[in-house]
């Protein structure tokens, strides 16, 4: 990821969204080998969320072994496609948008998982998932429909669960293009948003309105901040101070893909787009697919766009750093396109210290900074589900949006 002449540096595109809006490049000064077990790595400054980004999925070891035998073999592509690795599960085959399979490894570290075979069967729609789990078809689902959720706790064979999903939702404008380059269009757009209907409608009430860019079960959660209330009315005042009396036209981009903070974007968009014609702003919703949605919106041709993110590893910086600083403009992660230089000194500072109290002042005021210049939309923070047959024993939620099979059984 840092060295443009690794043979494997192009392989993915050679863009590396996670390490460039971590500033990875410029904070490691010089990696070295101490021994068979032991890394030594050298940064140019203090970096308070190094060692949380560290355990992050972007910084996985791969196998140097590996490596040489695919460049020998001019099938470096499969560093990606066919992966080596050592949890507690094999990879066996991959059938493009349909099955990923694997065995369990007999020999992981942690003990041999209970689990034989582990195959994901990839449904993107809900409520298809949801029949093959009526059926038989699969064990686990996840991601149900908020909507499927009640009759799923009503059905004797299978049980349902929930947690608190470090995540947030978000319409993110981009701030490079007009109008969006004008506060008062943002906050008009932030007063024209009932959220009280998209929590009803979207997540059926398993969320919670979102005010700030990190959810409330993160440290440093600025709870003082007062949500822009839902006024149509002074949405309309503030755009014609804007110079848009009768409103303006846009697209907005809708999420293709259900996700933990959005489970249909689809109908987000259709009731963002009635709230938005009220005061006079008429929206095309547009979407492609999730690849092309993303690889689009990097290089910035949206206008409006449904985000998301779900933690990564607990650290603040995680959701301010990597969502909204000016590093993840060019690296593609900050979707508003938005640099602010006071909100980039208190990033900065807040990496540079360890206490956990001063760490937690500065990034409440950053958020106060969010709040006056509004770069996104702020929506929900969502309950996350998974359901699944009565023979699933031993599955717990992972916080930070993975599914953790090692330790799972199936009751006979």
Same mark, same amino acid.
């Given at each position: 990821m840092r060295d443009p002449k690794h043979p494997f540096n192009k392989v993915s595109g050679g863009i590396y969204?996670?390490?460039?809006? %971590?500033?990875?490049?410029?904070? @490691?000064s010089d990696i070295s080998k101490k021994d068979a077990y032991t890394v030594e @790595?050298?940064?140019?400054? /203090?970096?308070?969320?190094? +060692?949380?980004?560290?355990?992050?999925?972007? %910084?996985? #070891?791969?196998?140097? $072994?590996?490596?040489e035998q695919l460049i020998k073999q001019n099938k470096k592509e499969n #560093?990606?496609?066919?992966?080596?690795?050592?949890?507690?599960?094999i990879f066996q085959s991959y059938t493009k948008d349909t099955l990923i399979r694997f065995n369990r490894n007999a020999d992981y570290f942690e003990g041999s998982p209970k689990i034989e075979k582990l195959v994901f069967a990839i449904t993107p729609d809900a409520s298809v998932r949801y029949q093959k789990l009526k059926a038989g078809e699969c064990h686990m689902i996840i991601e149900p429909a908020p909507a499927d959720i009640e009759n799923m706790k009503k059905d004797k064979n299978l049980s349902v +669960?929930?947690? =608190?999903?470090?995540n947030v939702a978000y319409v993110a404008m981009n701030t490079k293009k007009a109008p969006f380059?004008?506060? $008062?269009?943002? $906050?008009? @757009?932030?007063?024209?948003?009932n959220k009280k209907s998209l929590i009803e409608a979207i997540y059926m009430g398993n969320g919670i309105e979102a005010k700030n860019p990190l959810p409330p079960t993160i440290w440093s959660y600025?709870?003082? @901040?007062?949500?822009y209330d839902y006024n149509p009315q002074k949405a309309k005042e503030l755009l014609k101070k804007a110079g848009f009396p009768n409103g303006f036209e846009t697209e907005m981009w809708t999420l293709p893909v259900s996700r933990p903070y959005n489970p249909n974007g689809k109908k987000m968009g259709e009731i963002l787009q009635a709230n938005l014609n009220q005061v006079g702003i008429k929206v095309k919703l547009v979407t492609f697919d999730w690849p092309t949605y993303? =690889?689009?919106?990097?290089?910035? $041709? !949206?206008? %409006? +766009?449904?985000?998301?993110?779900?933690?990564?590893?607990?650290?603040?910086?995680?959701?301010?750093?990597?969502?909204l600083g000016c590093a993840g403009v060019e690296a593609g992660s900050n979707y508003a396109l938005w640099c602010d230089k006071k909100f980039e000194k208190i990033m900065e500072d807040a990496k540079l210290i360890t206490d956990v109290k001063k760490r937690t002042a500065l990034y409440k005021s950053a958020q106060d900074i969010f709040h006056k210049e509004l770069?996104? +939309? /702020? #929506?929900? !923070?969502?309950v996350i589900f998974r359901a699944m047959s009565n023979k699933v024993k031993n599955y717990k939620i992972s916080p930070l949006g993975g599914d953790i099979f090692s330790q799972v059984e199936l009751a006979k």
């Open positions: 969204e996670y390490f460039a809006a %971590m500033e990875m490049g410029p904070l @490691i @790595i050298k940064l140019t400054r /203090p970096e308070a969320p190094f +060692i949380a980004n560290l355990a992050m999925a972007f %910084m996985s #070891i791969l196998s140097q $072994e590996y490596g #560093i990606d496609n066919y992966p080596v690795g050592t949890g507690p599960f +669960i929930s947690g =608190a999903g470090l380059d004008k506060l $008062e269009v943002r $906050e008009a @757009i932030n007063h024209a948003v600025n709870n003082d @901040i007062q949500d993303l =690889a689009k919106a990097r290089k910035g $041709e !949206h206008s %409006m +766009i449904q985000m998301g993110w779900t933690g990564d590893n607990g650290d603040p910086d995680n959701f301010l750093n990597v969502l770069p996104w +939309i /702020p #929506i929900a !923070h969502s």
